[in-house]
C-alpha cells in the first residue's frame, strides 16, 4: 500500500505565474486535505474534501488559490499570480473516515519557491 | 479558541539519555483528538499517534510512550534511550471540531540527538 504522494516535490516560479501541485492520496482514503508550512512553524490548514465534495476551506484560502479532487481520487492545488509571500511547503494528506477513527496520513510535501 | 502550545524549540541530549517534548492545549470541545508527528528533514510528517479525549491511558510503543493528562490539558511524548535517527520535529496537534481531520498544529519540537 502506496502512501500519499505529491509532485512535484520542489518548484521554483516567477512571481505573477501559476503554478499546480497535485496529491494522489492513498487509495482507499475518502478524505483529502491540504495544509501549508513555513519555515519554523506548524502546519496550517487549508482545505479538505470528502470524496469530490470541497467541504471547508479556510480564511488562509485566498482568491489565488483553488483546489478540485474531480473524481474523488487525487487533488490538485492552483495557485494564480504568486506572490512571495506564498513560498512554503504544500502538505497533501489524506484519511478513512470510519467509525473507528480518522487517522491523518501526510505526504512528503511541495516545496514552492517564488523569487 | 483552540490552541497547542509547544513551549520546548529546540532540545539537544546525548544518545541513550531519555527526552520528554511537552505539549499543553486548549479546546472548548468536549470530544478532541490529539496527534503527533515526526517530521525528519525530508519534510514528510509520519504519523506517530492518535489519541481521543476519552482514553487518559498512557500508551508504549517501544521506545516511545505518551502521557495524556485531562486535568492539565497535556499530551507529553517521551523517547527512551534516543538514537541518533530520532532527530526530527516533532508536532502535537489537536483535531478542531471533534474528528474532522482538521488539525491545529503546535509550532514544533526540534530534537538533536547526538552521538
Known amino acids: 500500500d502506496t502512501g500519499v504522494s505529491q509532485n512535484p516535490r520542489h518548484k521554483i516560479t516567477k512571481r505573477g505565474q501559476n503554478v499546480t501541485f497535485r496529491c494522489d492520496p492513498i487509495?482507499?482514503?475518502?478524505?483529502l486535505y491540504w495544509y501549508r508550512q513555513t519555515l519554523g512553524q506548524g502546519p496550517e490548514f487549508l482545505t479538505y474534501?470528502?470524496?469530490?465534495?470541497?467541504?471547508?476551506k479556510s480564511r488562509l484560502l485566498s482568491d489565488r488559490f483553488s483546489a478540485e479532487r474531480p473524481k474523488g481520487s487525487f487533488s490538485t492545488l492552483e495557485i494564480q499570480r504568486t506572490e512571495q509571500g506564498d513560498s512554503a511547503m504544500y502538505l497533501c494528506a489524506s484519511s478513512l473516515d470510519r467509525l473507528s477513527g480518522n487517522t491523518i496520513y501526510f505526504g512528503e510535501g511541495s516545496w514552492l519557491t517564488v523569487v | 479558541a483552540q490552541k497547542v502550545t509547544q513551549a520546548q524549540t529546540e532540545i539537544s541530549v546525548v544518545e541513550k539519555e531519555d527526552v520528554t517534548l511537552d505539549c499543553v492545549y486548549e479546546t472548548r470541545d468536549t470530544t478532541y483528538y490529539l496527534f503527533w508527528y515526526k517530521q525528519p528533514p525530508s519534510g514528510e510528517l509520519v504519523f506517530l499517534i492518535r489519541r481521543n479525549s476519552f482514553d487518559e491511558q498512557n500508551e508504549i510503543s517501544g521506545r516511545y510512550s505518551w502521557n495524556f493528562q485531562k486535568s492539565t490539558s497535556s499530551f507529553n511524548f517521551t523517547i527512551t534511550a534516543s538514537q541518533v535517527v530520532d532527530s526530527a520535529v516533532y508536532f502535537c496537534a489537536l483535531s478542531e471540531g471533534g474528528d474532522t481531520g482538521k488539525l491545529i498544529f503546535g509550532q514544533g519540537t526540534t530534537l538533536q540527538v547526538k552521538p
Open positions: 474534501f470528502q470524496n469530490e465534495a470541497q467541504l471547508e
Open positions: 487509495s482507499e482514503h475518502n478524505r
